[in-house]
């Protein structure tokens, strides 16, 4: 190559360098099942992939703020505060922010379809791709047989849940003394148990078919703590997982493609891109 084409080609490299063609720049981002205000919420992890992602478009799938424990005790750490200011921050900055409250954030329910600070607080809407495909984004928890019948008996579950993810953090600790990658129990638990195993399944099919019957092409949710894509008879099934447990969000490729992410993924597409020299998208908030 000589030299003046080598200078050429450098050049269309540097314009190349813009946000679009960095990896950690996504169409859209999804993430739900945050609970702030527990124990159990990984606020820090969650803050590390908020810093390292960048998007056109954020949806807060529910739960974000755990309204039921805050309720009993409070519980509100300086990095939970982090996580609600890098959110409005990303707002004020022109992220589209767009808010569909769960059960957990229910008193949220009330201010559907008004604006707080740039975010939107919409009930169950719909999501085109750049491919053109229709998704239903909500929480789900309206299909859940346990929470619409009885209400005290998904706090008994939420106080065994809470007490499996304190061991879990105690245990993923000494994994992390002894050098193990994370593992979460919890996840290890739902695999394993044949009554969770059958409602997550019934909890999935229920969504496809609510999708399937309002003509859309697929269904967005959170609320079961189970990341997941497949396809439920022609449906596009996708569950962008939770900040307690399975760490994981769901995002949209500029070409409309989905997928899961999980935050061990990000921290390493951000390790990559910060040795080729792209800075931290978004900074701390101050
Ligand atoms: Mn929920």
Known sequence: MKPRDQFLDNTVADTNLGM????????????????????GC???????FLRATESDTLYLVGDIIDGWQLKRRWYWEQSHNNVVQLVLKKAKKGTNVVFVPGNHDEVIRQFIDLDFGGIKIRDELIHTTANGKRMLVLHGDRFDGVIACA??????????????????????????????????????????????????????DALAAEAA????????????????????????????GDWVESLSALIEEPSGELRLVTWGEIMQLKKASKLAGVEDLCALPS
């Open 20 to 39: 679009k063609r960095d990896p950690l720049h996504f169409r859209t981002i999804w993430i739900s099942d945050v609970h702030l205000g527990t124990t």
């Open 42 to 48: 990984q606020a820090q992890r969650l803050l590390e």
């Open 151 to 204: 209400k005290w008996l998904a706090y008994v579950g939420d106080n065994l849940y809470t007490m499996i993810l304190k061991f879990n953090q105690w245990f993923n600790s000494w994994r992390a003394r002894a050098g193990l990658p994370y593992w979460s129990l919890s996840q290890y638990l739902k695999g394993k148990v044949k009554n969770a195993v059958n409602y997550i399944t019934s909890f999935e």
């Open 213 to 240: 019957k309002k003509g859309l092409d697929g269904v967005i949710c959170g609320h079961i703590h189970k990341p997941e894509i497949r396809d439920i008879n022609g449906i596009t099934y996708c569950n962008d």
